[in-house]
């Protein structure tokens, strides 16, 4: 059973990055780039989000990898729950603090 | 990748599955191929790795609420109180085995006794070190230090961390000895303690991997004491080497302050006593110390070093239930009616006759006298004990608690009304009966509380502010200021107290107590420690335990203010309020006039104000900071829905937050406790559902 994570504030950043684009799916050291997390930060958050049922995660296909002559990379993407939460969330996190304006909730 | 970064992948990884989850190391290797391409790769990989490696694989399923300063507070502060719970408990515990010895003469027909008394005090020593080795591994596997998988990365962290603290837990006794004393820092000879100790960590754990216990404990005892013996005998060789005669009793150091007698050396004529006189001078409190911190940190090292293996993080961790069935509730109704017993017959038949020895100079310089006061002191404990596990479960914990103070209050002020007669008898008798049975009929009416977040800070801030009203009456005088003024001011403090106690005991009835409930108490509270200390108090004392109380006093009642805070800011203040205190309690507490009056005399006359009751500082501050600690920790269970109004269910902002999904409030868990309900919800967001205490954490940094 999934349990709402902590929004702490590098969960919080993770979200923010995913909802910039959040039919797009990431990998790991693309997260950690548009976040500025070290990977001992961000790879805990991910789960955490995959054990809230936030985040999918899933293999990407052999032949892709092989074809560009790398390993195989694991994509990660918000689930439509986790679309909904990421966003109910930030923008509680944004009325709490105090910020005005809109936060990057990925709608247009 | 080179050699470093991938053993960093690898234990990083490793750590994941000992969490209970998939192995991430391809993943990672993964990434590591992009980075290759980068400039400055090595390096990047190696930080890559690095930061994996030193963070915490994420528990499966289940958050981990608590901080790594909660996590890491409870098995450190239980480190660095070993040596001096061992030091003040055993050292009284051990006194016992002295009661045979009634001559030192060896031409008194009953000599003998003296060597059943030395038999008592090994048997008693090695007794303690084997509860203190299953104490510790016992400690080790709920209370590990860190998650780490078992290797040599969690056998050297458990063994370097448990050797240090144990060592920084022996300080306030240097420290006492070298200003009692002047005998210079054994700093070499604990320092060699350490590491034999250390060292022996990796021993013993190979031997409870073979899965050999019985040697694995054979090795830990065995161990802790030849530790113990080389520490001390370095720590004392350079005080003992001066005096004439003793290098030829070397071996016997350590056995003659183990079973503090000069009887054991054999040495002619007197030099015996005054080589065993230098010895206790010089280290008189090293060996119990050592031995017991030796074995409890030997067994909760290796304990924690193999946690990872012995429970996962998946598994559920076994919890030992405290025993609450009808056989175990009729043992504690024995144990209360031996307490009971035992204190009424030291009050009406040992005291007096201790009293008539020495009032005549018989007494030992008051040594019989305070030991009949602290047998009574174990008797009400006793008695108190009993009653907790008589009414276990059968209500809230407080009532039976609370028979300890009233039962020491009658104890004290039956002592301040002189040589006990029928009239004190007959009182003490409706004492025990009246605390048993409004213990009792307390327990089974109030309903049990919930145990809930900050629930219970107010049951905390009573038992503290109860205790502190033994205080006044404890203070003798000093002729510091008129009576009058001053007896006053007292009786004010004391009845200020006890209100304060009675309000929170109020507090803690109920879930939801109304003004009335919350006030019920408080006349109770103020009429019985106002009373005490109007029967009591001294001119003068008010100035002598006013500024060691105040702040915490102050901090308790912040506490009650703001429950659900879990500052650290406030968890310092707390720690730092209760230093002046710590004095207080020391002077206060069981067992402590025989061991501190004996190793630590006072300078000035005062024992609370002397330097040496730095000890007291050190054991009570930390104690009461560690207790503190569980008022700010998060219950272990899933949130439960937030009450009233704020619960809506109505439609979401355009953009904001989705309608709530929870279980209704109308038919959610028990109720949210008065500490969780009070606390503000600012900036809270309509149709989010969560606790208070989810709302005062929900910021905290990863």
Request: hydrophobic share 50%.
């Given at each position: 059973?999934?349990?709402?994570?902590?929004?702490?504030?590098?969960?919080?950043?993770?979200?923010?990055?995913?909802?910039?684009?959040?039919?797009?799916?990431?990998?790991?050291?693309?997260?950690?780039?548009?976040?500025?997390?070290?990977?001992?930060?961000?790879?805990?958050?991910?789960?955490?989000?995959?054990?809230?049922?936030?985040?999918?995660?899933?293999?990407?296909?052999?032949?892709?990898?092989?074809?560009?002559?790398?390993?195989p990379r694991r994509y990660y993407r918000l689930t439509a729950d986790g679309v909904v939460a990421a966003r109910r969330e930030l923008a509680a996190l944004h009325r709490a603090l105090g910020v005005p304006?809109?936060?990057?909730?990925?709608?247009? | 990748?080179?050699?470093?970064?991938?053993?960093?992948?690898?234990?990083?990884?490793?750590?994941?599955?000992?969490?209970?989850?998939?192995?991430?190391?391809?993943?990672?290797?993964?990434?590591?191929?992009?980075?290759?391409?980068?400039?400055?790769?090595?390096?990047?990989?190696?930080?890559?790795?690095?930061?994996?490696?030193?963070?915490?694989?994420?528990?499966?399923?289940?958050?981990?609420?608590?901080?790594?300063?909660?996590?890491?507070?409870?098995?450190?502060?239980?480190?660095?109180?070993?040596?001096?719970?061992?030091?003040?408990?055993?050292?009284?515990?051990?006194?016992?085995?002295?009661?045979?010895?009634?001559?030192?003469?060896?031409?008194?027909?009953?000599?003998?006794?003296?060597?059943?008394?030395?038999?008592?005090?090994?048997?008693?020593?090695?007794?303690?070190?084997?509860?203190?080795?299953?104490?510790?591994?016992?400690?080790?596997?709920?209370?590990?230090?860190?998650?780490?998988?078992?290797?040599?990365?969690?056998?050297?962290?458990?063994?370097?961390?448990?050797?240090?603290?144990?060592?920084?837990?022996?300080?306030?006794?240097?420290?006492?000895?070298?200003?009692?004393?002047?005998?210079?820092?054994?700093?070499?000879?604990?320092?060699?303690?350490?590491?034999?100790?250390?060292?022996?960590?990796?021993?013993?754990?190979?031997?409870?991997?073979?899965?050999?216990?019985?040697?694995?404990?054979?090795?830990?005892?065995?161990?802790?004491?030849?530790?113990?013996?080389?520490?001390?005998?370095?720590?004392?060789?350079?005080?003992?080497?001066?005096?004439?005669?003793?290098?030829?009793?070397?071996?016997?150091?350590?056995?003659?302050?183990?079973?503090?007698?000069?009887?054991?050396?054999?040495?002619?004529?007197?030099?015996?006593?005054?080589?065993?006189?230098?010895?206790?001078?010089?280290?008189?409190?090293?060996?119990?110390?050592?031995?017991?911190?030796?074995?409890?940190?030997?067994?909760?090292?290796?304990?924690?070093?193999?946690?990872?293996?012995?429970?996962?993080?998946?598994?559920?961790?076994?919890?030992?239930?405290?025993?609450?069935?009808?056989?175990?509730?009729?043992?504690?109704?024995?144990?209360?009616?031996?307490?009971?017993?035992?204190?009424?017959?030291?009050?009406?038949?040992?005291?007096?006759?201790?009293?008539?020895?020495?009032?005549?100079?018989?007494?030992?310089?008051?040594?019989?006298?305070?030991?009949?006061?602290?047998?009574?002191?174990?008797?009400?404990?006793?008695?108190?004990?009993?009653?907790?596990?008589?009414?276990?479960?059968?209500?809230?914990?407080?009532?039976?608690?609370?028979?300890?103070?009233?039962?020491?209050?009658?104890?004290?002020?039956?002592?301040?009304?002189?040589?006990?007669?029928?009239?004190?008898?007959?009182?003490?008798?409706?004492?025990?009966?009246?605390?048993?049975?409004?213990?009792?009929?307390?327990?089974?009416?109030?309903?049990?509380?919930?145990?809930?977040?900050?629930?219970?800070?107010?049951?905390?801030?009573?038992?503290?502010?109860?205790?502190?009203?033994?205080?006044?009456?404890?203070?003798?005088?000093?002729?510091?200021?008129?009576?009058?003024?001053?007896?006053?001011?007292?009786?004010?403090?004391?009845?200020?107290?006890?209100?304060?106690?009675?309000?929170?005991?109020?507090?803690?009835?109920?879930?939801?107590?109304?003004?009335?409930?919350?006030?019920?108490?408080?006349?109770?509270?103020?009429?019985?420690?106002?009373?005490?200390?109007?029967?009591?108090?001294?001119?003068?004392?008010?100035?002598?335990?006013?500024?060691?109380?105040?702040?915490?006093?102050?901090?308790?009642?912040?506490?009650?203010?703001?429950?659900?805070?879990?500052?650290?800011?406030?968890?310092?203040?707390?720690?730092?309020?209760?230093?002046?205190?710590?004095?207080?309690?020391?002077?206060?507490?069981?067992?402590?006039?025989?061991?501190?009056?004996?190793?630590?005399?006072?300078?000035?006359?005062?024992?609370?104000?002397?330097?040496?009751?730095?000890?007291?500082?050190?054991?009570?501050?930390?104690?009461?900071?560690?207790?503190?600690?569980?008022?700010?920790?998060?219950?272990?269970?899933?949130?439960?829905?937030?009450?009233?109004?704020?619960?809506?269910?109505?439609?979401?902002?355009?953009?904001?937050?989705?309608?709530?999904?929870?279980?209704?409030?109308?038919?959610?868990?028990?109720?949210?406790?008065?500490?969780?309900?009070?606390?503000?919800?600012?900036?809270?967001?309509?149709?989010?559902?969560?606790?208070?205490?989810?709302?005062?954490?929900?910021?905290?940094?990863?």
């Amino acid at each position: 059973m999934s349990r709402e994570p902590r929004i702490t504030a590098a969960v919080a950043t993770v979200l923010a990055a995913f909802l910039a684009e959040p039919d797009t799916a990431r990998y790991g050291l693309e997260l950690m780039r548009a976040t500025g997390h070290p990977s001992g930060t961000l790879y805990p958050v991910l789960a955490r989000l995959q054990d809230a049922g936030w985040v999918d995660a899933e293999w990407e296909e052999a032949t892709a990898a092989q074809s560009t002559g790398r390993p195989p990379r694991r994509y990660y993407r918000l689930t439509a729950d986790g679309v909904v939460a990421a966003r109910r969330e930030l923008a509680a996190l944004h009325r709490a603090l105090g910020v005005p304006g809109r936060p990057a909730t990925g709608l247009a | 990748m080179g050699g470093l970064t991938g053993r960093l992948l690898r234990f990083a990884a490793d750590r994941w599955v000992a969490a209970g989850r998939p192995d991430p190391y391809e993943e990672w290797l993964g990434e590591l191929a992009e980075l290759r391409g980068a400039p400055n790769a090595g390096w990047q990989s190696l930080v890559f790795a690095a930061s994996l490696a030193c963070s915490r694989a994420p528990r499966l399923g289940a958050r981990d609420r608590s901080g790594w300063s909660v996590r890491l507070a409870a098995p450190l502060l239980v480190l660095l109180l070993v040596p001096s719970v061992v030091v003040v408990a055993g050292g009284a515990a051990l006194r016992l085995a002295d009661l045979p010895i009634v001559t030192s003469d060896p031409h008194d027909p009953h000599f003998w006794l003296v060597f059943v008394g030395f038999g008592l005090r090994i048997a008693m020593t090695l007794a303690l070190m084997v509860l203190l080795l299953v104490a510790g591994r016992a400690t080790g596997r709920r209370l590990p230090l860190s998650t780490a998988p078992s290797g040599p990365y969690s056998t050297t962290v458990a063994a370097v961390v448990t050797v240090v603290m144990l060592l920084v837990g022996t300080v306030p006794w240097v420290i006492v000895q070298h200003a009692v004393n002047g005998v210079a820092g054994p700093v070499g000879g604990l320092t060699l303690w350490a590491v034999l100790v250390a060292l022996a960590v990796p021993v013993v754990l190979r031997t409870l991997h073979a899965g050999r216990r019985r040697l694995a404990t054979t090795w830990s005892v065995l161990a802790a004491l030849v530790a113990t013996w080389l520490g001390i005998t370095v720590t004392v060789a350079p005080h003992l080497l001066r005096v004439p005669g003793a290098v030829r009793s070397l071996p016997l150091w350590v056995p003659d302050l183990l079973v503090d007698s000069a009887q054991i050396l054999p040495l002619p004529g007197d030099t015996h006593r005054y080589v065993s006189e230098h010895l206790t001078a010089a280290g008189w409190y090293l060996p119990l110390m050592l031995v017991a911190a030796a074995a409890y940190g030997l067994g909760y090292a290796t304990s924690a070093a193999r946690s990872r293996l012995a429970v996962p993080r998946s598994a559920p961790v076994e919890r030992v239930a405290w025993p609450a069935g009808p056989r175990y509730r009729g043992l504690g109704w024995v144990f209360a009616a031996v307490g009971a017993v035992a204190w009424l017959g030291l009050v009406t038949r040992m005291t007096p006759p201790a009293d008539r020895l020495t009032a005549a100079g018989k007494g030992g310089d008051s040594v019989l006298l305070v030991f009949t006061l602290d047998l009574r002191h174990l008797a009400v404990l006793l008695t108190a004990a009993g009653l907790v596990v008589a009414l276990r479960r059968a209500g809230p914990a407080w009532p039976a608690l609370l028979t300890a103070p009233a039962l020491l209050a009658a104890d004290i002020a039956l002592g301040r009304t002189g040589p006990p007669t029928g009239i004190a008898a007959t009182v003490a008798v409706s004492t025990v009966v009246l605390c048993a049975t409004a213990a009792g009929a307390v327990t089974r009416l109030v309903a049990r509380p919930d145990r809930t977040y900050g629930r219970w800070t107010p049951a905390v801030v009573a038992i503290a502010a109860a205790a502190c009203t033994l205080v006044p009456p404890v203070f003798s005088d000093t002729d510091l200021a008129p009576t009058s003024t001053m007896v006053a001011l007292t009786v004010l403090l004391g009845a200020g107290l006890g209100g304060l106690a009675g309000y929170c005991l109020g507090l803690a009835r109920t879930p939801h107590p109304g003004l009335a409930a919350r006030i019920a108490y408080v006349p109770v509270g103020v009429l019985f420690a106002g009373g005490l200390a109007l029967l009591t108090a001294r001119p003068g004392a008010w100035l002598q335990w006013v500024p060691h109380l105040a702040p915490l006093v102050a901090v308790l009642v912040a506490m009650l203010a703001y429950p659900g805070r879990r500052s650290r800011r406030l968890r310092v203040g707390i720690a730092f309020a209760a230093l002046p205190a710590g004095p207080v309690c020391i002077t206060i507490g069981v067992y402590t006039s025989l061991i501190m009056d004996a190793i630590v005399p006072s300078r000035t006359g005062l024992d609370y104000d002397a330097v040496p009751m730095a000890v007291g500082i050190g054991v009570v501050a930390v104690g009461l900071a560690a207790g503190l600690v569980a008022l700010f920790q998060r219950p272990n269970r899933p949130a439960a829905p937030r009450r009233g109004p704020t619960a809506v269910t109505g439609p979401p902002p355009a953009n904001g937050p989705s309608p709530a999904t929870g279980p209704s409030p109308a038919t959610g868990p028990a109720p949210e406790s008065v500490a969780t309900a009070a606390i503000p919800a600012p900036g809270s967001v309509p149709g989010q559902e969560s606790t208070g205490a989810e709302r005062t954490g929900s910021l905290v940094a990863d």
